[in-house]
């Protein structure tokens, strides 16, 4: 197979490039738990070019002009769908998830977003003031500089994409670093856009670790907007290094989200929204509903249904295209899941589908990091398996008798990043979403994500919003111009 000896590079200035200190780290896949490639574990060198070749690109690529910009951001997006397959083999591999969601959701998105931020800077509008006689004002928003990026291992290409696309639409140039442990559809990324003919030092890719290059890429002085997406924990330290240089800074962290099911609700479609919204990417997605609330009436039923649809999951090989479930992204991470489950077993839960490592699904993966979809009740609200962030294929049902109720239970945690709602009660929807603090509220759906509205999360989950109008935004600097009357 071909990606058994890749060895992956930085891409810096429009260049594959070594790590200045030649150092490489294992990349491992986590179906097999063997290494398949090796990954730069570069260091403050490597940032500091990174950074030097993105500030000489700067001055010409930000006067470039939205049109020409956009033609190359397009290009990039038609690059992608050509490659679509190969990303797609890739992402799986890397990370873990099955190809058919590589396939379906992380690599079209890619390709979305870098087409959505392309055509979006065509059709932005000026804002101007006048100021009754005395002065016209009008807002120029320009691009800020050399922007750090920095992205976690759960969507890989996914996220990168959704940072990169609109700081460099814009007008800036950018220093992005993929997580460590998947880095390999970034460097696909790369030569992607060579191909597209982005100018040389637009886009810059540091690969290794947070503290050897997130670390200094937060910290540096000419990098003066940083977009994160990773661990609360993490996030913490972001905003650590960017406060005493002032940056702007938009953390997009954890969650503890709250799918909420009402009596009323349509119960087949919840079954099959909670399902993909307890499970997809096996739970490994910061939006995933991963404390399930069930009406009382409704409770015994659901909690049958639900576990007879997840025991159908196909669990299998990530590569091949009939699994729905697939392995967790590192050795790690699975510790971290296990490790919740037994304290869920010690806090009082019931463990009603899963809750041990699950047997590998062929010879290949005999090594693999594979944990079965597991379903916990009777735990009591406030517990720790209810409050922290597991990140794994872990969920929690617990009945509530009121609306008033399951509002407290919903909003009892230090995050806020998404939740759902069932209902067919419209009034009860507004009513609920409107008391609910999470930056996003959906209303018997989940996970549709439409480019334009804002999204990040309020208390632990985050600071900021990107998306959409808010992306360009915060990628730009408003400068108010007064001009005189007379
Ligand atoms: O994330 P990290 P990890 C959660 C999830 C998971 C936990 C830890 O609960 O178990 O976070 O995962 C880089 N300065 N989420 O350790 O460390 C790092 O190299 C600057 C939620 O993978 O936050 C990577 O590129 N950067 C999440 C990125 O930060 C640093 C998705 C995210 O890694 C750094 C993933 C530092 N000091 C995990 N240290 C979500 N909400 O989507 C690390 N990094």
Not at 5 to 31: K, S
Not at 100 to 115: C, E, V, W
Not at 259 to 269: G, P, Q, S, T, V
Not at 277 to 304: I, M, T
Request: glycine residues 8%; hydrophobic residues 40%; aromatic residues 8%.
């Amino acid at each position: 197979m071909q990606e058994e000896t890749v060895q992956i590079q930085n891409f810096i200035d429009g260049h594959f490039v070594r790590p200045t200190n030649g150092r490489y780290l294992d990349n491992i896949e986590p179906a097999t738990g063997k290494t398949y490639s090796q990954v730069p574990d570069s260091d403050a060198a490597d940032v500091e070019l990174a950074v030097a070749a993105a500030e000489k690109a700067f001055p010409l690529w930000s006067r470039t002009t939205a049109a020409e910009r956009s033609r190359v951001l397009l290009r990039i997006a038609d690059l992608i769908d050509r490659d679509l397959e190969k990303l797609a083999r890739a992402e799986s591999i890397d990370t873990g998830k099955p190809i058919s969601l590589a396939r379906s959701l992380d690599i079209p998105r890619a390709s979305s977003n870098f087409r959505f931020f392309a055509t979006a800077i065509l059709h932005t509008e000026n804002e101007a003031h006048v100021t009754d006689g005395v002065a016209f004002n009008y807002t120029l928003r320009q691009p800020r500089g050399v922007v750090g990026l920095i992205s976690p291992w759960n969507l890989p290409l996914y996220l990168l994409s959704w940072k990169i696309a609109p700081a460099i639409a814009v007008g800036n140039t950018a220093v992005a670093k993929p997580s460590e442990l998947t880095p390999m559809t970034a460097y696909l990324l790369g030569a992607i856009c060579q191909e597209a003919g982005l100018p040389n030092g637009v886009l810059n890719i540091v690969q290794g670790t947070g503290p050897n290059v997130g670390a200094v890429i937060t910290a540096h002085p000419k990098v003066g907007t940083i977009s994160f997406t990773g661990g609360t924990v993490t996030g913490r330290k972001v905003a650590e290094a960017g406060a005493p240089l002032f940056k702007k800074i938009s953390l997009e962290l954890g969650g503890k989200n709250p799918n909420i099911i009402f009596a009323d609700a349509d119960l087949d479609a919840a079954i099959a929204g909670s399902v993909r919204s307890s499970f997809a990417n096996q739970g490994q997605v910061c939006l995933c509903g991963s404390r399930v609330f069930v009406e009382r009436p409704l409770y015994d039923e659901f909690v049958r249904r639900f576990t007879a649809r997840v025991s159908q999951l196909e669990q299998g090989d990530p590569l091949e295209s009939a699994t729905e479930q697939g392995a967790i992204v590192s050795k790690m991470q699975l510790e971290k899941v296990k490790f919740y489950v037994d304290l869920a077993r010690e806090e009082g839960g019931d463990v009603v589908l899963g809750g041990f490592r699950s047997a590998p699904p062929n010879e290949r993966c005999r090594d693999g990091y594979f944990f079965p979809p597991t379903i916990i009740t009777g735990l009591p609200v406030s517990c720790r398996v209810n409050r922290e962030e597991i990140f794994g294929p872990v969920v929690t049902i617990t009945p509530f008798e009121s609306e008033e109720e399951v509002i407290r239970y919903a909003n009892d945690v230090d995050y806020g990043l998404s939740s759902s709602v069932w209902t067919q009660n419209l009034s009860r929807a507004h009513r609920v979403a409107e008391q609910i603090h999470t930056g996003t509220v959906w209303i018997n759906c989940w996970l549709v994500r439409d480019l334009r509205v804002p999204f990040g999360g309020m208390k632990q989950s985050g600071v900021g919003r990107e998306g959409g109008e808010e992306a360009l935004r915060f990628f730009t600097e408003p400068k108010n111009v007064c001009i005189a009357k007379a």
